[in-house]
Each structure stands twice: as structure tokens, then as C-alpha cells.
């Protein structure tokens, strides 16, 4: 049986390959209004795929933003597990666009590598758990029952998925939630993740004149308000890259000896680093490593700022305006809420009376730990071994997925982390990539998975 469906999936490469590239030509960018009949077409291509891999009770269903496509499969009754499988189709911007070597929305392979925005985070994780089921439905071998969640707002920080899910939370019982949204080390470093970190993300505009100014006539008398930003940025760290927000470590929970110990045993090293992001050196906390510093310690990062002349040439002005995008990662047990009042106090505090300023909070996702012994895990781990001839590593991951704390928090329903995207697909950046190669292993150890849940 499970040879049958080995056999269905490797017969049927260049199908699912083609049927990804279909899937990726699809705009699904979340945060730009343009792209809503984009989203609207995307959740339509998901659920005609549940549809055709004989899923029940396939719906779009709508939510405060973006809908929800459900799905579901309980033939396999009620001493079997049911397996909630999430995934987003929702992608991030393209932008700068400049940088793309081929249109991002024309997948294309060069190499081993598939191109396009959301190949890898996450459409091709997508479909690698449709393809997987559909391999073992063909097999006729499907023995755990299955419920589809993939959402269209991941990557806005899943905003409304936490309502949507307590209204509607019985159907999303399940045993466990796979969600192969975390990605693994490398190639031949498979990884179930244990632990996600939060988001708070916010907008902070600075205001000066009440229009640009001739820099030369005003130039001295009036506050720059992108100098007023810059300021105002450069206090929210200390030269330790500690962060100086009143409060912002009281809730961080302290690693322990042990989990320290975990954190140094993990593949991975300073090169790899620095080769992998093309920076000069490195940053941060130094009395942390690397692997601690993305996985279990907060951040707080400016992911973009804006002010004045930007354009060809040079102008001498004074802008009436700077406008700054600031997030912060957070850890156990902080509170998004929480922190955003302490980026509102620190500002309060060291904002100049020479400036206006206004902050919103745009969105807010909490950290998560996972249970990392349950069937699940130990199904995916075994599904590693006989697929890629070697054990998972454990670990905590820098990212953030909005759905694993609304799930735990609203249906107790808590998440395997996993998947197949690697560190250097690009994810969020021009060019973004699928290592092929590890996809298609990804969908045989998928298949394994759901053949070791059922037996
Ligand atoms: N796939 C990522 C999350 C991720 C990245 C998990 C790296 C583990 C390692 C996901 O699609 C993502 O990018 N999420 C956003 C969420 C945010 C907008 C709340 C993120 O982390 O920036
Ligand atoms: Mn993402």
C-alpha cells in the first residue's frame, strides 16, 4: 500500500509540478487591496483541488478578512486520529521587483529550483500535503481522517483566523494540526520545529511642518522629522543591542541549562550565516549564539522607513513627514498587546516636543511552544528516518505563525511543525526559490507520515 503510493507520486511528478506552477501564477499577495480578486481566486484553486482529491464538505469560508477554504475526510472513523492540515495561500509582495531575475508570478525552474513568489513559503508546502493525500487516497489507503484549514492572511499576521476559529471551533478538532509552514534546516538536515516566535508589528509617523520646506530658509530653526525618527530609533536600542523598551524583557523566559545545551548541538554556523545573507559580520546579543538569538530571543527591527526626496537627483528640502515600519519578534511568554504599549511609552517618553508623532499597531501574533512527543510527531519523525536516513532535529524557530497560539488558545488543538522550505529559499525576498529535490522527498515523507498514523 505504501509502496503504491510511493509509486503514484513519483509516476506523477510533472503533474503535481505543474499543478504548483498554476497554483504560483495566482498574485495571492495578501496586504494589497489590488490583489483581492487574486485572493478570492487562490482560496477557488484550493478548494477545486480538495474537491478533486475527493475531500467532503469543501468550502470557502468567509471570515472577517480573507476566507478560510475548508475541507474535510472522516472515513476513516472514530478510533482513527484526525489530522487537521493548515496551510496558507496568501504570499508576500514582490517588491523590489528590479531584483527578480524572471516575473515572480512565471514560476520557473533553473536547475533544481523552482522560481516565484510562494514557492516555497508556502504554496509548495501546500500542495505537497494535497499531493501526499492524493497519493494515498489513489493508493486506497487513507486510514486517518483529515480536516483542511488554508487560510489567506498568514502573512498579514492572520488577524481574523482567531475569531473565525472560535466561532467556529468544533470543526477543527482534531488530534494534531500539520502545518508545514517552519521549514527544516537544510537539504539533509530534517527538522520538526518545537517553538515559533511572535510578531508585534506597528507604524510609527512623525510629523513636523505642515509641509516640505526650502531647506536653506527653514534649515535650523525646525526639527527634520526624519532626523526626529532616526532619533527616536536609535534610542530603542542599546550599543549591546539590548533593547531599551521600559519592560520589554520582564516576561522572557530564561533558557535553561539543558535547552541551551539543544541550541549548541544544532547544525549551522557563523559562515553559513553570513554566506547565506551576504552581510559583512554579524550582529546581536553576543552572550547568546546564533541559533538562540533567532529562536528564543526577542528582536525589535525597523522593516522600513520613508521621509522626504527620494527620487533622481538632489532637492533640498525638509520633509514635513517620516513614516517608519517597527516590529518586534517576541518569546515566551511576552504579550504582543503588552509590548506595543511599551514601544507607545518609550516613544511618549523620548519623542522631542519639536515633533508630532502617531502609532498604530497593525497587527500582533503570539509566540508559541509545541508539544514535541505526541502521534504525530513521532509519525513524522519516523517518515524522516526511512525518507531521508536520518532523524529529525528538534528546534525553535525565528518566524512567526499566527494559527498554532489561536489554535492552541481557542480549539486546544496544537501544532506539528514542519515542512520543507530551506533558509535560503529566498522566503520574503526577490527571487524566491523550492529546492525541488527536497520537495519531492517532502511529499514521500508526507505519504510516510500518513501511513504511520494509520497503522
Ligand atoms: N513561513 C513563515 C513563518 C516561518 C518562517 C516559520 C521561518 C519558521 C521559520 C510565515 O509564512 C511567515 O513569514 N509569517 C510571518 C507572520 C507575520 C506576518 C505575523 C512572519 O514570520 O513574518
Ligand atoms: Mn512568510
Not at 522607513?305 to 513614516?323: H, N
Request: a negative charge.
Amino acid at each position: 500500500m505504501l509502496e503504491k503510493a510511493i509509486e503514484y507520486a513519483h509516476h506523477h511528478k510533472d503533474d503535481f509540478l505543474f499543478q504548483l506552477k498554476e497554483f504560483l501564477a495566482i498574485p495571492s499577495i495578501s496586504t494589497l487591496d489590488e490583489n483581492k480578486p487574486d485572493i478570492q481566486r487562490a482560496a477557488e484553486w484550493v478548494a477545486a483541488q480538495l474537491r478533486g482529491i475527493g475531500m467532503h464538505n469543501v468550502d470557502i469560508m468567509p471570515t472577517r478578512g480573507h476566507p478560510v477554504v475548508y475541507g474535510d475526510w472522516m472515513g476513516a472513523g472514530d478510533s482513527a486520529p484526525t489530522v487537521l492540515i493548515y496551510g496558507h495561500y496568501d504570499v508576500q509582495p514582490v517588491d523590489p521587483l528590479e531584483l527578480w531575475t524572471t516575473d515572480p508570478f512565471i514560476a520557473e525552474v533553473r536547475g533544481d529550483n523552482l522560481y516565484a513568489r510562494g514557492s516555497s513559503d508556502m504554496k509548495g508546502q501546500v500542495i505537497a500535503s494535497i499531493k501526499a493525500v492524493e497519493a494515498v487516497v489513489k493508493a486506497g489507503g487513507l486510514r486517518v481522517n483529515l480536516k483542511w484549514m488554508i487560510e489567506g492572511e498568514e502573512e498579514i499576521g492572520s488577524e481574523h483566523l482567531g475569531e473565525f476559529i472560535k466561532e467556529h471551533k468544533e470543526k477543527f478538532f482534531a488530534d494534531f494540526c500539520l502545518n508545514a509552514d517552519a521549514g527544516i534546516i537544510s537539504a539533509d538536515e530534517p527538522a520538526i520545529t518545537t517553538g515559533l516566535r511572535g510578531l508585534m508589528y506597528a507604524e510609527l509617523k512623525v510629523y513636523g511642518p505642515s509641509k516640505d520646506l526650502h531647506s536653506g530658509l527653514f534649515g535650523g530653526t525646525i526639527h527634520n522629522p526624519a532626523q526626529a525618527l532616526a532619533e527616536l530609533i536609535t534610542s530603542m536600542h542599546d550599543k549591546n543591542g539590548k533593547i531599551t523598551l521600559p519592560g520589554f524583557y520582564d516576561k522572557v523566559r530564561k533558557l535553561s541549562n539543558k535547552e541551551r545545551l539543544e541550541f549548541k548541538r544544532l547544525p549551522g554556523s557563523n559562515k553559513e550565516l553570513l554566506q547565506m545573507t551576504g552581510a559583512p559580520a554579524l550582529w546581536g546579543e553576543a552572550q547568546f549564539i546564533p541559533a538562540e538569538r533567532i529562536g528564543a530571543r526577542p528582536t525589535l527591527e525597523i522593516n522600513g522607513m520613508i521621509s522626504g526626496f527620494i527620487g533622481q537627483g538632489s532637492k533640498t528640502v525638509l520633509p514635513a513627514w517620516a513614516m517608519a515600519k517597527i516590529s518586534c519578534r517576541l518569546v515566551p511568554d511576552q504579550d504582543p498587546e503588552q509590548v506595543f504599549k511599551q514601544l507607545k511609552a518609550h516613544i511618549k517618553k523620548h519623542a522631542p516636543k519639536t515633533i508630532k508623532w502617531e502609532l498604530t499597531n497593525l497587527h500582533n501574533a503570539g509566540a508559541a511552544l509545541v508539544d514535541s512527543d505526541n502521534i504525530g510527531v513521532r509519525a513524522l519523525s519516523k517518515a524522516f528516518e526511512s525518507v531521508w536516513g536520518k532523524k529529525p532535529h528538534f528546534r525553535r524557530e525565528g518566524g512567526s505563525i499566527g494559527v498554532v497560539v489561536q489554535l492552541q488558545k481557542f480549539a486546544g488543538v496544537d501544532s506539528l511543525l514542519s515542512g520543507f522550505g530551506l533558509p535560503d529559499d529566498n522566503a520574503h525576498s526577490p527571487n524566491e526559490k523550492l529546492h525541488l529535490p527536497t520537495w519531492y522527498r517532502g511529499i514521500d515523507t508526507f505519504i510516510h507520515m500518513f501511513y504511520n498514523l494509520g497503522v
